[in-house]
């Protein structure tokens, strides 16, 4: 029965709304008025990052809710090219300026390696990159930091040096790629993992069989994948531009039975066909 204010904790004790409104994807002319529906309609928690070129527009939506900003839940992310300390401090900035809020709830590194160079090694650059993380932590501009599409390999590289480790890593998860090594890993160091794509950008959406168990359920396919994804101690990140289906991918009122979550845990991928970004080695 999960409701959006419900929280999962993170280890050093910041509470973190268990669903968040995703806006990978959403237009920057578009963005504004989906966030503010976000809030009208429940959500309190807003993802977004510097490289979605929509922040400026997050921050207008998150003003225009009318909402305390203390009642949200903001968080942004560095991009994936920027790989020097100096750097990583120039594009906090930014993202502060962009979103126009005086505090971030989460700060994310979006990637282990520049979008254009997936897998490349870039360990020593991310030790750089880490080390100002922990600079913009310990300013107390942002209440918690983490990572994104880090794998196992790329969480210890930071962890050794680090001296405060990631507080999320955000991956791509849905049903039947749920990616046990990296999550395991993660939950194993009290790292909090949050689903990007929980419906893999729509395409898991006319899986039969996941539609069998929602029909069980009398709910939707996003539905029931959003609440596989929490039911996983998992934080799912759905994103909608439409109001009707931003409204309904909150409709969480019912639990998943055991049995139904060990068969939809045991299934091969859903969206087989959909961009695969794995974080598993």
């Given at each position: ?23 990978w994807?959403i ?35 998150i ?53 254009g ?6 360990d ?7 080390r ?16 994104s ?31 046990p090594?990296?999550?395991e890993?993660?939950k ?15 395409g ?10 929602a ?20 934080l ?46």
């Amino acid at each position: 029965m999960t409701k959006l204010t419900d929280t999962f904790d993170i280890y050093n004790g910041v509470k973190i709304p268990k669903v968040a409104f995703g806006t990978w994807q959403i237009p920057a002319g578009q963005a504004r008025q989906a966030v503010k529906d976000a809030i009208d309609t429940g959500y309190r928690h807003i993802d977004t990052a510097l490289v979605y070129e929509n922040e400026k527009e997050v921050g207008q939506g998150i003003k225009d809710s009318g909402v305390k900003r203390e009642d949200l839940f903001v968080t942004s992310k560095l991009p994936a090219e920027t790989k020097t300390y100096d750097g990583a401090l120039k594009d906090f900035e930014t993202t502060m300026k962009n979103l126009d809020v005086d505090y971030l709830d989460l700060y994310l590194v979006h990637a282990p390696w520049p979008w254009g160079e997936i897998g490349t090694n870039y360990d020593k650059e991310n030790i750089d990159v880490w080390r100002a993380m922990e600079e913009i932590y310990q300013s107390g501009r942002v209440k918690a930091i983490g990572v994104s599409n880090f794998n196992v390999h790329d969480l210890k590289n930071v962890m050794k040096e680090a001296t405060v480790k990631p507080m999320v890593d955000q991956i791509q998860y849905y049903i039947g790629f749920t990616e046990p090594k990296i999550t395991e890993f993660a939950k194993e160091n009290d790292i909090l993992v949050e689903a990007y794509s929980p419906l893999a950008t729509g395409g898991l959406i006319n899986n039969q069989d996941v539609l069998k168990i929602a029909e069980k359920y009398n709910v939707s396919v996003p539905q029931l994948a959003i609440e596989f994804v929490i039911q996983n101690g998992v934080l799912p990140l759905p994103k909608a531009v439409q109001k009707e289906h931003i409204v309904a991918n909150t409709k969480l009122d019912f639990a998943i039975s055991d049995e139904d979550m060990k068969t939809l845990n045991a299934m091969p991928d859903t969206a087989p066909s959909h961009f695969h970004n794995p974080t598993q080695g």
